[in-house]
């Protein structure tokens, strides 16, 4: 059974930066395709960034040159770096993960794993 626990959300104001990250079970982290998309109520979900097995990285093109994902396979973590934080950046984040063969951004809303979210709040 995969799980997937998120932590690292915060509280920022604008211009600020937080770091996520999630633990994944088993040694998904080195097999699957990973990532992170966030929902708000507004905007619904979108895909934020993907990282394959392999280590190749995908953003979202708004997002690209600010967020930065990374994964830790021995200790089987994934990581977001969020920097210059801005208020539309204010959602709830999940960690996600799939065998898909295309590791995309924009796919990682509907991965078949994701956890229980981790909430980041940017205040202007």
């Excluded at 109520?41 to 093109?61: F, K, L, W």
């Excluded at 065998?99 to 980041?120: E, I, K, S």
Aim: charged letters at 15%; hydrophobic letters at 35%; one cysteine or more.
């Amino acid at each position: 059974q995969v799980k997937l626990v998120e932590s690292g959300g915060g509280s920022v104001q604008a211009g600020g930066s937080l770091r996520l990250a999630c633990a994944a079970s088993g040694n998904i982290v080195s097999t699957y395709c990973m990532g992170w998309f966030r929902q708000t109520p507004r905007t619904g979900r979108e895909g934020v960034a993907t990282i394959g097995a392999g280590g190749a990285t995908y953003y979202a093109p708004s997002l690209e040159g600010r967020f930065t994902i990374s994964k830790d396979n021995a200790n089987n973590t994934l990581s977001l770096q969020l920097n210059d934080l801005k208020p539309e950046d204010a959602a709830t984040y999940y960690c996600a993960a799939d065998a898909v063969a295309r590791c995309r951004p924009h796919l990682a809303p509907a991965f078949a794993h994701f956890g229980q979210g981790t909430q980041v709040t940017v205040s202007s």
